[in-house]
């Protein structure tokens, strides 16, 4: 089955500890990006990545680091979280990073930071 | 820079009754345009899409979509709503170029179904 996966699915965790969310994806997508959903401000994208070892910022990058040494997996680094980085996170992946191709979304992943 | 807007943070129906849930998009050309749901505690899904060609595009679970280029609007609708479909609604934009496959997001739209 074409899945996105996210781990973990919920997290609370405490200012300053860093922590991971993993995504990886078994479809041999080259297009992989991160969003954050914030109530009443729909999805935003964080980072992106068209292919191993090439990723760019989104519009919310600050506070946040990827890698993408496979293409099968795209993690989500907080080198130090903090309050505002509470949030709902999901990670998709495309077959090219053309728009008008369909994008699969993980499940999210709810952080609560303290 | 593209952007999108979805008046209705929150919209309530009774099981039946139809269903339309307004999208506005701005951007100098025609964008691809998407609907997702999301369902609560689950990923997004891709009820439809448009590129070109016919204004009026089918979608899954019996949602439709119509383009209209001159107000700008990508509205969504069904014309009885089931209390399964209450969930989360995000209209979404791809206008190509420098936003290298980024797709913009409006705020979303919450439907409550009532029996």
């Known amino acids: 089955e074409a899945q996105v996966t996210q781990n973990p699915r919920y997290l609370i965790t405490v200012t300053g500890k860093k922590l991971t969310v993993t995504c990886s994806q078994n479809m041999n997508h080259e297009y992989m990006s991160w969003y954050r959903q914030d109530p009443g401000l729909g999805l935003r994208q964080i980072y992106y990545s068209m292919n191993v070892e090439v990723t760019d910022k989104g519009d919310v990058p600050e506070g946040y680091k990827v890698s993408r040494k496979e293409k099968r997996n795209f993690p989500l680094i907080l080198e130090s979280p903090s309050p505002n980085q509470t949030s709902l996170y999901f990670c998709?992946?495309?077959?090219?990073?053309?728009?008008?191709?369909?994008?699969?979304f993980g499940d999210g992943t709810r952080l609560s930071i303290l | 820079a593209q952007s999108v807007t979805q008046p209705d943070i929150h919209i309530t129906v009774s099981e039946g009754a139809s269903l339309e849930l307004r999208c506005n998009y701005s951007?100098?050309?025609?964008?691809?345009l998407f609907w997702y749901v999301q369902s609560p505690g689950q990923g997004l899904q891709l009820l439809l899409k448009?590129?070109?060609?016919?204004?009026l595009v089918q979608g899954i679970k019996g949602f439709e979509a119509e383009f209209k280029r001159s107000q700008s609007s990508f509205n969504l609708r069904k014309p009885s709503v089931h209390w399964s479909d209450a969930a989360e609604y995000f209209c979404a934009v791809y206008t190509g170029g420098t936003s290298y496959g980024k797709l913009t997001f409006g705020q979303g739209t919450i439907l409550t179904v009532h029996p």
């Open positions: 951007y100098g050309a025609t964008p691809y």
């Open positions: 998709a992946s495309r077959e090219g990073f053309l728009g008008n191709q369909p994008q699969h």
């Open positions: 448009y590129f070109s060609g016919d204004t």
